[in-house]
Each structure stands twice: as structure tokens, then as C-alpha cells.
């Protein structure tokens, strides 16, 4: 939404505002898809998906390095790594 409304709540983009899109949002364990249409969230065509969320990139990632190269990492260490800037996705 920040390319709609800026941090003061004005509009910066009034053309966009008046179109239908989608947000996704990827949070730490779910996944949140949001459609807007002329800034009206709809609910009926928006869902939530739990347990696909960033962390479960990290758990895949985990388990991908442990069949491939036999090494096992913790996920909570791959999110460290990632967040300390170490690791670029």
C-alpha cells in the first residue's frame, strides 16, 4: 500500500488507488494474499495460508543442505545467518 498512501496516510497515487490488485504479504509462518479493488479490501476473494511463511523457507532451505551436502543446520540458524546480512535470497 506504501505506493498508494505514504507514511502520512496521503495519497500518492490516485490512479492506482482506483484499480483492483493484490497484496501479498509473506510473514514469519503464514502467507496472506489481500484483494483490494478501489481500496476496498474483499474479503471473500483474500485468504491466509499458515505454516508457509518465511520460516518454512528457512526449514526447507535447512533440509536441502542436509540431502545435498549431508550437513544438518537448524532453520533458526539459517534465519540468523539471513537476518545478520551474511546470506542474500
Do not use: C, P, W
Amino acid at each position: 500500500m506504501s505506493v498508494i498512501i505514504n507514511e502520512k496516510g496521503e495519497m500518492t497515487n490516485s490512479k492506482l488507488a482506483g484499480q483492483n490488485f493484490e497484496i501479498i504479504d509473506i510473514g514469519y509462518k503464514t502467507l496472506d494474499l489481500a484483494r483490494i479493488d478501489s481500496l476496498d479490501f474483499i474479503n471473500s476473494r483474500s485468504t491466509s495460508f499458515s505454516g508457509v511463511g518465511i520460516f518454512a523457507a528457512f526449514q526447507n532451505l535447512a533440509a536441502e543442505i542436509y540431502r545435498h551436502l549431508g550437513v544438518e543446520i537448524a532453520a533458526e540458524q539459517i534465519e540468523n545467518t539471513y537476518n545478520a546480512g551474511i546470506m542474500i535470497v
